[in-house]
């Protein structure tokens, strides 16, 4: 379904309330709206737990945030916090876009302005009812990239797209704090090793990455380790080996200050999580350990050949990223973890540290040739 909207466009709600990697693989659309529509001002709607990622993305003008912990408020007080939102959105955009189909992200799009675009379930019992009332709707393809899906209001608007390319921003501050941080350490060229993740499922298993670490420690380019302050990171550097050229910065950034980091990085060696996604959009060369994720809709984007990873194998180049995965026929799955409840995964013990390191030694001695 497409549309063309003739009326003048001067302010945009984006709603994206999934997770940090669907808010950061948003940016192109926001490029894109703003480039086409270069008066407008565009805002975001995300959940609490993106906010970080979303202060990174430009230009946005003001953030509105939706919480899951509302639910666990009295009645009375999940009300007050649902119409304060309500009256924070209502008609007070031109145009709102949702790159979430749940029934209240639709119904914040609908109460934000008169034409409203999203994404739709594809099953017709759930989606009927949002067909009649948006100005557009297309339905997710979970065969498609993330980004390419994110990218479809713009194709039903009539905005075409050329070169596609995610952006991060880091504020100067952060930038300055790392430098410093770096000099202070004498570091000028390094890696990056992201050990952790959101969940547990997607964390490569420790002794694998105890030995992988230990491996990478020994190929002459200093490894800057990173994680949050979560329990799961903090547990991860309480085990952490001690190595030469290896610094444990676990904890040690902040979203702002990591992003600045990664821009100085000249590599990343981690899972598929935000991190990763920071390091393709800056360009970075990039070794990805996947493990139940679906590639179709999650490897990294490379923006030399506006492509991403669509079919499994232990192991696959394109451009500036790597990918490795356990040679089993059930991978990728798509669940979280074996038992799909947030448990093990199975496939992530198959994937040998040797077969990373050999790509990044490879890597190491072209960049040295």
Known sequence: ???????????????IRRSNGDVLLASPLIQGLHEYYPGAVIDLLVNDDT?????????????????YQWKKLPKWQRLQKTVGLTRALFRRYDLAISLTATDSSVLYALLAARRAISTIDAEPRKNWWKKRLLSGYYVLDPARHTLLNNLEPLRLLGIPTTKIAPTVHCSASGKAAVLAKLQANNLERFMIFHPSAQYGYKVYPAHLRHTLLQQLSTLGMPIVVTGATTALDLQIKAALPVLDNVYDWIGETSLDEYIALSEYSQAYVGGDTLNMHIAAAQNKRVFAIFGPTLLEAWSPWSIALQCNATRSQPQQTYANIT???????????????????????????????????????????????
């Open 323 to 369: 990918v490795f995965q356990a040679d089993m026929p059930c991978v990728p799955c798509g669940k979280k973890g074996c038992d799909d409840q947030l448990g093990v995964s199975e496939c992530l013990q198959r994937i040998e540290p040797g077969m990373i390191i050999a790509a990044v030694n490879a890597w190491l001695q072209q960049e040295q040739s």
């Open 51 to 67: 906010l970080g990622i979303a202060k990174t993305l430009q230009p946005i003008r003001q953030i509105q945030v939706y919480s």
């Open 1 to 15: 379904m497409s549309i063309r909207l003739v009326f003048v466009i001067k302010k945009i709600l984006v709603i």
